[in-house]
Structures are given as structure tokens and as C-alpha cells.
T-cell receptor
Framework: AQTVTQSQPEMSVQEAETVTLSCTYDTSESDYYLFWYKQPPSRQMILVIRQEAYKQQNATENRFSVNFQKAAKSFSLKISDSQLGDAAMYFC?????????????FGPGTSLSVIP | EPEVTQTPSHQVTQMGQEVILRCVPISNHLYFYWYRQILGQKVEFLVSFYNNEISEKSEIFDDQFSVERPDGSNFTLKIRSTKLEDSAMYFCASKELSYNEQFFGPGTRLTVL
């Protein structure tokens, strides 16, 4: 079965500090894509960062970076210099397999609070 | 920047009524999806649609659900006879052929009374 797991239901971070959100996944596919989505209180789903499994280099988008450990099937998100606007639900997600129409599988989410 | 749009933003309906949720995907996208998020739970895949037919559907997507692309721009999700447990946020997403990320709309909150 293809699954995405987030073991931290809630996290908090002081403004300007760094926080890491954990994610693990399980798949037998060799070709897949990993994503982190942010869902603020408006509940819109916003793509934060993505990682192609065949790339060894960790993806980075401004203050957001990932630590992709393929052998361990781990895909954590690091948020540096946390801002109040980072407070949201964060979902780790993956598209497993080759067919382009393949669905995205979401983890259960981590609720991030940012303390002023 | 092009974006996926969804209407209405909030729909309230009585149990047993039919609802149609509407989505306008990004214009050059070829793959279309519906997802559902019950309050406090994770986002679940409902159905994918490509080349005017369903590519894949989940066990949630039973005979009460249907999808359609009635013209060149809209993509709709119909629930024939709504149940209380259909209350959820429904997200439409679309994807271009060459990209691997799906772009999500803002969602429609469906409340079934």
C-alpha cells in the first residue's frame, strides 16, 4: 500500500526560529514526486515545495527546504526564520508511480502555530 | 498567474437534494481531479478525469457521484442525493501534461443539513 504518514499532529515555533516538520512514506515505486502543501485558515491548498524522487539534491524555496532521505523514505520540511503567516496546517503528499493522472496521496497533516 | 477557480465557495443543501459543484481548471491543463476533506481530517482523492473519461476513482466515489466536462472550460462534480456525511470541503485540481504538480482551487464548502 502507498501511504504518507505525519507523526506530529501539532507543532509550534517561536517567530524567527526554525522548525522541522516530519513526513515518512511507503511505496514500492521507484518514480514518484513528493510535495508539501500549506493550508491556512482559509482552507485553500497552497503548494510550498516539491521534490522529484530521482533528484538527489534537496529542494529549496526561499525559507522552505526539504531533507529528502530516499532510503529511509523520509521527507521533512524545514521552515527557517518562521513568520506569523506561516501558521497553518501543513500536508505532506506524494504522487506515486508513472501514470500522469495518478492521484496525490496526502498525509494527515501537522498544525503549525507560530508564537510571536 | 492562472489559477483554478471553484464556485460556489459555500453551498448549503438539504439532505437528499442534488448539488453540482463547479470548477474552472487552468486553461491548458488536461488532467482534472476532485478531492474531499471532511473537517479535521485529511484530504482524500475522489476521482481523476482525462480525455473526457474517468481515469481512476476511489471507493468513496460511488453511484451518487458523477463528473462531467460539459464544455471546454468547466469541470463539475454532481452529488445526486446528498447525505449528512457528504458535508466537507471539496477541492478541484488540474494538471498540465508535462508537469507533475496539481494546482488546487480554493475549495467549495458543502454543508448538508
Amino acid at each position: 500500500a502507498q501511504t504518507v504518514t505525519q507523526s506530529q499532529p501539532e507543532m509550534s515555533v517561536q517567530e524567527a526560529e526554525t522548525v522541522t516538520l516530519s513526513c515518512t512514506y511507503d511505496t514500492s515505486e521507484s518514480d514518484y514526486y513528493l510535495f508539501w502543501y500549506k493550508q491556512p485558515p482559509s482552507r485553500q491548498m497552497i503548494l510550498v515545495i516539491r521534490q522529484e524522487a530521482y533528484k538527489q539534491q534537496n529542494a529549496t524555496e526561499n525559507r522552505f527546504s526539504v531533507n529528502f532521505q530516499k532510503a529511509a523514505k523520509s521527507f521533512s520540511l524545514k521552515i527557517s526564520d518562521s513568520q506569523l503567516g506561516d501558521a497553518a496546517m501543513y500536508f505532506c503528499a506524494s504522487r506515486f508511480g508513472v501514470p500522469s493522472y495518478d492521484k496525490v496521496i496526502f498525509g494527515p497533516g501537522t498544525s503549525l502555530s507560530v508564537i510571536p | 498567474e492562472p489559477e483554478v477557480t471553484q464556485t460556489p465557495s459555500h453551498q448549503v443543501t438539504q439532505m437528499g437534494q442534488e448539488v453540482i459543484l463547479r470548477c474552472v481548471p487552468i486553461s491548458n491543463h488536461l488532467y482534472f481531479y476532485w478531492y474531499r476533506q471532511i473537517l479535521g481530517q485529511k484530504v482524500e482523492f475522489l476521482v481523476s478525469f482525462y480525455n473526457n473519461e474517468i481515469s481512476e476513482k476511489s471507493e468513496i466515489f460511488d453511484d451518487q457521484f458523477s463528473v462531467e466536462r460539459p464544455d471546454g472550460s468547466n469541470f463539475t462534480l454532481k452529488i445526486r442525493s446528498t447525505k449528512l456525511e457528504d458535508s466537507a470541503m471539496y477541492f478541484c485540481a488540474s494538471k498540465e501534461l508535462s508537469y507533475n504538480e496539481q494546482f488546487f482551487g480554493p475549495g467549495t464548502r458543502l454543508t448538508v443539513l
